[in-house]
């Protein structure tokens, strides 16, 4: 069990000062806060696991960014749970794989803290822990996260990705534990941090990787999940919505750099590696959007340039992108052949473009993609040479395929939460009749029997509404008090999170966010991850045809 999730027993004893890493670095950035001056809180992430470091002096400075200090002297420290922070008023942390160490302080004058910063107390065989942590602003470095969880799964005997994390990571941990981390990957029991990557290992390559891929645009991970699927790697994963970044965060145990269109985020991109993956927002061309296009407000509809760019310095073999259909038919197929263009003109060809219905691949929802596959000039050279052609269609993962919306559902009683409240489906049932006859019913409520596909995922109400199953395993008809006139007397409910999940080629034991608007939301934005894999499949048997030598 998670220390984050329990309450510290009363019997505990006080913690001594040990010299493990905190997840984030140097003097003056953790996430803190003082409690009525005697409490102060440090937060770990599971991944940098043991013991934070618990310092015995502590100088505090205002969250004004003013030059007021305060200084403590550590009286005793131990862990704590979730309760107790609520209990003293602070902000819970949305990871719940955050664990908390509570530290008693003293408040001490100028003169004695000059004196015990000199002198130090005394701990087992005459050592000394440093004597002291400066907190100023009490602010957090997003990305010392990301460099040493990208480092621990990239070491040096696994991959030369290692080489931008690595000079960062040995200012942030003490230099054994740096050189203990070096010599094992994150999946080999040796490694200091192995048993924190528990829940991840199931979605790590154990092996030596078959190849390296990078992660762009990363959602909450379904190209990485379906490349890992073939053999590969992850060196390198960028995605800037915050609630996204948790859920790739808590399945994959790292956390991904933020913005890419920043020279600093890429320039933690490794020099070399295979295949360059990136689903680019989509909603500046589709169908269900205003369809912006590159004048898209947000200037989402221009990210590809990121992939370009990167492609351009990186070169590696492939390209491979994700996108909404309406991207054929933006500017009357001329964005598209801008975008196929860029890519060409910094040294690949185009060997595929083409809309692929997830049906097809192994779920049971009818969700059509652009996919785009890019090879480098050099191995399209080789292909044309030995007459290779890349699939047409390429052929979906063998294994078990649900055939229908029933053999995705959940088992047993769902919550409450999921069924339709009855004022909110008479206003559904008006708004179907408005719009009787308009082209797709004016995007009005669909219920799907169990034997059907489900329509195509998508954020907003409409990718659940046009998704609506009959369940009358719900025992408890008493209305949640959201239920506007209570709850529908039909039975009519949503799919939940779970089953948008398997929907989307997702295995039951990849984490769901909590929230289920934000579960809604990360998986309606997500690839489906079997038709990616099959796609991958493809590219890596291509890659590896052009690279083979032919005998004389």
């Known amino acids: 069990m998670s ?27 953790f996430v803190s806060w003082v409690v009525k001056s005697k409490v102060f809180l440090f937060k770990t992430l599971s991944c940098l696991g043991g013991m934070p470091v618990v310092p015995h002096l502590l100088l505090c400075r ?16 131990r862990y704590v749970g979730r309760n107790y922070i609520k209990k003293h008023g602070g902000v ?16 001490v004058e100028k003169a004695e803290y000059n004196l015990l ?62 050189n203990l981390c070096s010599q094992f990957a994150v999946t080999n029991e040796a490694h200091p941090f192995a048993s924190d990557f528990q829940m991840s290992q199931r979605l790590l390559p154990r092996e030596r990787p078959a190849f390296t891929f990078i992660d762009l645009f990363a959602g909450i991970g379904g190209f990485r999940l379906a490349m890992q699927q073939e053999g590969g790697i992850c060196t390198f994963a960028s995605e800037i919505e915050q609630g996204a970044r948790e859920t790739y965060k808590n399945n994959f145990g790292v956390v991904p750099f933020g913005d890419i269109t920043t020279d600093s985020t890429k320039a933690m991109i490794p020099e070399s590696f295979d295949i360059l993956c990136g689903g680019f927002p ?12 590159f004048e898209d407000k947000l200037q989402r509809g221009t990210l590809y340039k990121q992939i370009v760019e990167i492609a351009r310095k990186h070169q590696p073999k492939a390209i491979f992108c994700e996108n909404v259909k309406g991207l054929l038919s933006s500017a009357e197929g001329k964005a598209l052949q801008t975008i196929t263009d860029e890519i060409e003109n910094v040294g690949y060809h185009i060997v595929f473009d083409t809309i692929l219905d997830s049906m097809k691949y ?47 559902l959940e088992d047993g009683p769902v919550s409450k939460s999921y069924y339709l409240g009855q004022q909110y489906l008479d206003t559904l049932i008006r708004h179907r009749a408005r719009h009787a006859g308009a082209k797709n019913g004016g995007f009005g409520y669909i219920v799907r029997n169990r034997d059907d596909r489900a329509g195509t995922l998508m954020c907003g109400g409409m990718g659940r509404e046009r998704n609506i199953i009959l369940d009358e395993n719900q025992p408890d008809w008493e209305p949640t008090p959201r239920m506007l006139g209570g709850m529908n007397q039909q039975h009519l409910r949503f799919l939940t999170v779970r089953e948008w999940a398997r929907l989307q080629g997702f295995p039951d034991y990849f984490g769901i966010p909590e929230s289920i608007q934000a579960g809604y939301k990360q998986f309606g934005n997500c690839v489906t991850v079997k038709t990616v894999r099959a796609v991958g499949r493809a590219i890596l048997n291509y890659i590896r045809q052009c690279e083979a030598e032919v005998e004389p």
């Open 282 to 293: 989509c909603q500046a061309f589709s169908m269900a959007g205003l369809r912006d296009g």
């Open 62 to 77: 205002s969250s004004d960014g003013g030059r007021r200090a305060e200084r403590f002297r550590v009286t005793a420290s």
């Open 117 to 178: 910063k000199e002198e130090g107390p005394v701990v087992a065989r005459g050592r000394r822990p440093d004597p002291i942590l400066k907190i100023e602003n009490f602010a957090v470095d997003a990305s010392d996260s990301a460099v040493l969880t990208h480092w621990l799964q990239n070491p040096p005997c696994v991959s030369t990705a290692s080489v931008p994390y690595a000079a960062r990571a040995k200012e942030l941990l003490p230099k054994d534990l740096f």
């Open 3 to 29: 220390l984050a999730n329990i309450e510290c027993p009363k019997d505990w004893p006080a913690l001594p000062g040990r010299n493990v890493p905190f997840e984030w670095s140097g003097e003056s950035k």
């Open 92 to 107: 819970i942390d949305s990871d719940p794989n955050a664990v908390f160490v509570a530290v008693d302080l003293v408040r």
């Open 362 to 408: 192994g779920v049971p929802q009818h969700r059509e993609r652009l996919y785009i596959v890019a090879i480098r000039n050099d191995l399209y050279d080789l292909a044309r040479a030995r007459r290779l052609e890349f699939p047409a269609r390429p052929e979906p993962i063998p294994g078990q395929h649900p055939r229908n919306i029933g053999e995705i």
